[in-house]
């Protein structure tokens, strides 16, 4: 593997400094860790009055139902009533 010695001396962040100058400078971190990520979409999901949307009426919210550990294969938003509609396929 003749490119890997030189990867030796080079961290995973100064190789991403190199391929992605701008965005790599406006990185977010999530305190806690990254597992906090998916808990936020449960729990915003799931919640009947999301904190993430204070000015929003609940009618406009809508419903959620969970199924976690579903393949998404594809989002689509109706265009009869504007609901957002995944499809999944059952593992």
């Not at 961290?11 to 790599?24: A, K, M, Q, R, V």
């Not at 806690?32 to 919210?61: C, H, W």
């Amino acid at each position: 593997m003749p490119n890997f010695g030189a990867l030796i001396y080079h961290s995973y962040e100064s190789s991403l400094c190199t391929d992605y100058t701008l965005d790599f400078s406006n990185l977010y971190q999530i305190c806690g860790g990254m597992v906090k990520l998916p808990l936020a979409f449960y729990n915003s999901l799931t919640s009947t009055r999301p904190k993430e949307y204070p000015d929003i009426p609940q009618s406009d919210i809508g419903n959620v139902n969970w199924r976690g550990g579903q393949l998404v294969t594809g989002i689509y938003k109706s265009g009869n009533d504007g609901k957002i509609i995944l499809s999944y396929k059952i593992l």
